[in-house]
């Protein structure tokens, strides 16, 4: 619910009940895991030492290896922001308290405790009574949080210095951490489309504040809706901080920003010029500041598919004062370059004007078999300015492998080659791409880092990659368990089950494991042949997934069939069991 009072968002979101003796979740849905927490002990609500509830009996947790980060996934949990202190003062648990949790490593973003796991949920060796407690903070139905911008020019309330309402107590935020992603989410929160400005309040002529520093450092990744989906630290709540850092923006009072193309061979290449304020602006960067990931953001924002060349072009050394953008900084998955703008927004230039070429179509992939004929294995060919070429082996590996098999409508890759010459021959016309880098989940090879798309001088067709696919699904099975949400990890590969070296096996590879054997996820990763030793060949080792992948095929691996594993190091599994929504 977002309401405008006074230049005051109002912010209730995200909030189900407050702190009780049960955590704080949807009634008709018990959360991603089987896991609830609570917070017990304290005098207040949203403070106490935590609880864990877990194989129908409530226990604590260990503090090694805790910190803020952890606190933080526990308070959003139970419906609150963040969290602002760790300290063990809620008492101490009895000698014969159960401790689920151990050794939690979370990153502040996730969900649910259990994301976090190093360890598993079983009865760790605590050696201490001192169980962790943590103090969370707004929003909650008592306390709930706002945003206001203040110092602006009356009555303007689009710029000003940000300040959160917090525990009925006006604070500020520091500016050190702040970029133009969590200035974007600022303005959005206020009902703003983005920021064209960021900078420390005393710098932009809106004063300091007074009060406590609430927020130390506010992380957006750009795509949020408001500040409470952000992750956030927190410095000592009560200390005072110095005022001289207090974050202040501009918001855009405009609702849209509209892109063009101008002065280009074709209507898909051009001068980049974004419309806002009344006029049509140039964007700055010397060529050297660009690369492909901003130039596919532009060519999104004109519904094309992907960006084939990037340069910069114009009055170099002549400086523009009706510039709009400054070297934007993109990852390349942002739908608008307004999200990418580090620098903001009018900043004059002495470089050149960014230019782009935009693709049509999608691009297309093929691969070329020893006989000259398309198939599920050969040379990887891609179609870019109406010919086929190849692609340079330089960078290449099972990632960039999985991604032209998924591009083909194959589940996953079985191997790569760095040289196809004795395989699936060498290619002919002109090598398209070189130097890949893809994290192994994007929907294309256009979406990766690489060159461009040039005829690659250092790469010639000795060096042309190939790939097998596989055309059936992998399958999954837990094997050495009476308990059928547990056991050791077995895959079905060419007509024979085989198992997982336990290498570099963690939570990620586990979370696959258990979607694909029909879980919701993982509760733990099991090393060291915990089930029993398998039989058959060992398939996969060094499996490195990101934990979102479909299968674990689609994740990096050292190749199938592991020859320096043996039987007593494989991989097993603890599944989360999926509990339905009550009726």
């Not at 991603?32 to 005098?43: Q, T």
């Not at 990744?221 to 630290?233: L, P």
């Not at 032209?404 to 760095?418: E, H, I, N, S």
């Not at 990763?525 to 095929?553: D, F, H, K, L, Q």
Request: proline share 4%; net charge negative; with cysteine.
């Amino acid at each position: 619910m977002i309401q405008h009072t006074s230049g005051v968002l109002s912010l209730a979101l995200y909030i189900s009940t407050v702190v009780s003796p049960f955590p704080s979740r949807d009634p008709l849905y018990h959360g991603p895991s089987d896991v609830m927490v609570r917070l017990v002990g304290g005098s207040h609500q949203g403070e106490g030492r935590v609880g864990v509830y877990f194989n129908s009996t409530w226990g604590a947790v260990c503090p090694t290896g805790w910190d803020i980060k952890d606190a933080h996934v526990i308070c959003k949990m139970l419906g609150y922001m963040f969290a602002v202190n760790t300290e063990f003062i809620y008492g101490e648990s009895s000698s014969n308290q159960v401790h689920w949790l151990s050794d939690v490593q979370c990153n502040g973003r996730e969900i649910d405790i259990t994301e976090c796991l190093r360890n598993g949920l079983f009865n760790h060796s605590c050696q201490t009574n001192l169980d962790v407690g943590v103090k969370c903070f707004g929003p909650n139905p008592t306390s709930p949080i706002s945003i206001r911008l203040v110092g602006g020019s009356h009555p303007a309330d689009h710029e000003g210095r940000v300040e959160v309402y917090i525990n009925k107590v006006w604070g500020t935020i520091n500016y050190n951490s702040l970029d133009i992603r969590d200035a974007n989410v600022v303005c959005r929160t206020l009902g703003y489309q983005f920021a064209l400005k960021m900078g420390r309040a005393s710098s932009l002529g809106f004063g300091s504040g007074t009060g406590p520093f609430w927020f130390w450092y506010l992380n957006c990744d750009g795509s949020e809706r408001s500040i409470a989906e952000c992750y956030v630290d927190t410095p000592d709540l009560y200390s005072n901080h110095t005022h001289s850092n207090d974050a202040a923006v501009v918001c855009s009072e405009f609702e849209e920003i509209k892109a063009h193309l101008f002065s280009g061979s074709h209507r898909n290449e051009g001068r980049v010029q974004l419309y806002y304020n009344n006029a049509w602006r140039p964007v700055c960067g010397r060529s050297s500041d660009w690369d492909l990931n901003e130039a596919n953001v532009v060519c999104k924002m004109f519904d094309r598919p992907y960006a084939t060349r990037v340069w910069g072009e114009g009055q170099s050394g002549v400086e523009h004062r009706n510039t709009s953008v400054y070297r934007p900084e993109c990852i390349g998955t942002e739908s608008s370059i307004v999200d990418c703008l580090n620098s903001g927004w009018g900043t004059a230039c002495n470089n050149s004007d960014l230019w782009v070429t935009c693709a049509v179509r999608r691009l297309s992939v093929r691969l070329i078999n020893a006989d000259g004929n398309p198939s599920h294995e050969g040379r990887v060919e891609v179609y870019f300015n109406y010919t086929w070429g190849t692609v340079c082996s330089n960078g290449w590996d099972i990632r960039e492998a999985n991604i032209v098999c998924r591009m083909l409508k194959y589940p996953f890759a079985l191997g790569y080659k760095t040289s196809t010459h004795d395989h699936y021959g060498e290619g002919s016309g002109p090598v398209w791409m070189s130097g890949l880098d893809c994290t192994g989940i994007e929907n294309s090879l256009s979406d990766c880092p690489h060159t461009g798309f040039t005829t690659s001088s250092h790469c010639d067709h000795n060096m042309d990659v190939g790939v097998a696919c596989a055309i059936d699904r992998l399958k999954v099975r837990l094997s050495g368990s009476s308990r059928p949400n547990e056991g050791r990890v077995e895959v079905y590969f060419n007509k024979t089950w085989g198992t997982i070296c336990d290498s570099d096996w963690d939570i990620n590879d586990a979370n696959v494991a258990c979607r694909m054997a029909g879980f919701t996820g993982a509760l733990s990763a099991r090393s060291s042949s915990s089930y029993g030793e398998g039989s058959g060949p060992i398939w996969m080792g060094n499996v490195g997934c990101t934990g979102r992948e479909s299968s674990i095929g689609e994740c990096y691996h050292s190749g199938w069939r592991v020859d320096d594993c043996n039987h007593s190091r494989e991989a097993g599994v603890v599944c989360l069991i999926q509990k339905l929504p009550l009726q």
